[in-house]
């Protein structure tokens, strides 16, 4: 029960994720989760969910979570070189349009001297894992206590290939939602909580001002 409850918890808490609807065109179930090749309707790839009952030619939809490169499934014996791991999404009605993908944007209005896009930093992420940096932007969510930690996401208008929503990890008492901050701590790529949330990049003991 305990991890049924903290993957709700992860899942409703800690994510701002794009939403897609894509049609399968392949799919394979095992260890838990469900493998599926999909096709938005502008690129096609492989996605991992929770095990469920899905068939060629089927139209799902779902939210994304994370991408992990050259990720292995020790119970498939493969080896995915791109794969997301995506979530569920609560029903729309009408909701059938395929997802466009957002076109990549490198430079934010509120970049300064000594701070980062948002872009910049999932772009470049192994150029600055391990190392402190500074993002200025609006706060759009914030949840507190979940694994005595409090979670920050930022936005400031960057955006790479569909990311452009920042998770910061603080001990520290969160700002308010709508307000423009400044947040630094130290990058962390490839971060799994396990039950299939993986963040490809995260921002750990954040700090947060309001002024530089």
């Given at each position: ?7 709700l918890?992860?899942s ?31 690129n ?49 009605p ?19 001297q000594g ?34 930690l409090?979670?920050?996401?930022i936005?400031?208008?960057?955006n790479f ?40 990049v995260?921002?750990q ?8």
């Open positions: 029960m305990k991890k049924i409850l903290l993957s918890l992860l409703a808490s800690l994510f701002a994720a794009t939403e897609y609807t894509a049609k399968v065109l392949e799919t394979m179930s095992s260890g838990g989760y469900t493998y599926m090749k999909v096709d938005d309707g502008k096609s790839y492989w996605i991992a969910m929770t095990q469920r009952n899905v068939k060629s030619g089927d139209v799902i939809r779902y939210s994304e979570q994370g991408w992990m490169k050259n990720f292995h499934s020790k119970t498939l014996n493969r080896t995915f070189d791109n794969i997301l791991f995506a979530g569920d999404v609560a029903a729309k009408a909701a059938k349009q395929i997802a466009q993908t957002q076109k990549s944007t490198m430079n934010s209005d509120y970049q300064e701070t980062l896009t948002i872009a910049e930093i999932f772009k470049n992420r192994d150029k600055y894992v391990g190392k402190k940096v500074t993002v200025k932007g609006k706060v759009t969510k914030g949840s507190n206590g979940i694994m005595k409090n979670w920050l996401h936005q400031d208008g960057s290939q569909n990311m452009n929503d920042l998770v910061f990890t603080s001990t520290q008492k969160l700002p308010e939602v709508g307000q423009v901050i400044y947040a630094t701590g130290t990058v962390v790529k490839d971060k799994d909580f396990g039950y299939g949330y993986f963040y490809p995260i921002i003991d954040a700090t947060f001002r309001s002024k530089k």
